[in-house]
């Protein structure tokens, strides 16, 4: 791919349009898109103009959707592969040990590697403008749709009304922990960012998600951690 800039050509690495993107990710997280400017993503992307960014975004409005996009489509695609596994179940074939722990653990590993994702989506989520309600709408629906879809399909103690409910739940339960990382650092002060943190909210997501779906998890919290509750 060859960049054209004011002096002479120039050959692009194959990782400029993803440092470009990992810039955006962490810049419209801590400020907002009307915070951030697209001189600011080209200098956090190292780069030496804002020609190369230009080159794969038409304005600073496209690159915050593809930023948006590039978070939202792995996360769709193991909703999606949850809901082929109950489909399956309402089939009659049996739901395979662990294979929800599974899509837990590819999500919390994309979250955990992307932290700033889900600040940026909490940011989005609390913005007036216009443009940013739209494409969130847009990128977001479709993958709130199928989360519902997969809860109706689940043999939990949820009514139809309270679909709505329960994903939303889910999805606090499991962008919270990244979405609210600071707060809670500065409460109880641990990383919530470290391998220890994360492997205790992986622990306790399996546990929640199979409960709310009325599965058995196939990790159970050991004894001497489990409520013990008196008559």
């Known amino acids: 791919m060859t960049l054209r800039t004011a002096s002479t050509p120039a050959r692009e690495t194959p990782s400029t349009r993803d440092a470009i993107l990992d810039a955006g990710e962490r ?3 801590e400020r907002g898109i009307a915070g951030v400017s697209m001189r600011e993503i080209a200098t956090e992307a190292g780069l030496r103009n804002q020609a190369s ?11 915050y959707a593809a930023v948006i996009e590039r978070g939202v489509a792995p996360v769709a695609v193991l909703v999606l592969e949850a809901q082929r596994l109950w489909e399956g179940v309402a089939a009659g074939a049996p739901l395979r040990p662990g294979a929800m722990d599974a899509v837990v653990d ?5 979250l955990a590697a992307n932290p700033a994702f889900p ?13 940013l309600r739209t494409t969130f709408a847009r990128l977001v629906q479709p993958l ?11 043999v939990g103690p949820w009514q139809p009304e309270d679909l709505p409910h329960v994903a939303a739940g889910l999805f606090h339960m499991i962008f919270g922990h990244f979405a609210n990382a600071a707060m809670f650092e500065a409460v109880t002060g641990q990383d ?5 943190a994360v492997a205790r909210q992986r622990r306790f997501l399996k546990t929640a998600i199979a409960q709310m779906l009325g ?7 050991p004894p001497s951690r489990r409520r013990r509750h008196r008559p």
Request: charged share 25%; proline share 4%; net charge positive.
């Open 215 to 221: 599965v058995r998890p196939a990790h159970r919290l």
């Open 119 to 131: 600040r940026l989506i909490q940011r989005a989520s609390l913005d007036d403008a216009e443009f």
């Open 192 to 196: 919530l960012h470290g391998p220890t």
């Open 106 to 110: 590819r999500l919390l590993d994309h």
């Open 27 to 29: 810049l419209f997280a």
């Open 53 to 63: 960014l230009y080159h794969h975004f038409r304005d600073k409005n496209d690159l």
């Open 144 to 154: 709130y749709a199928e989360g519902v879809r997969l809860l109706a399909g689940t």
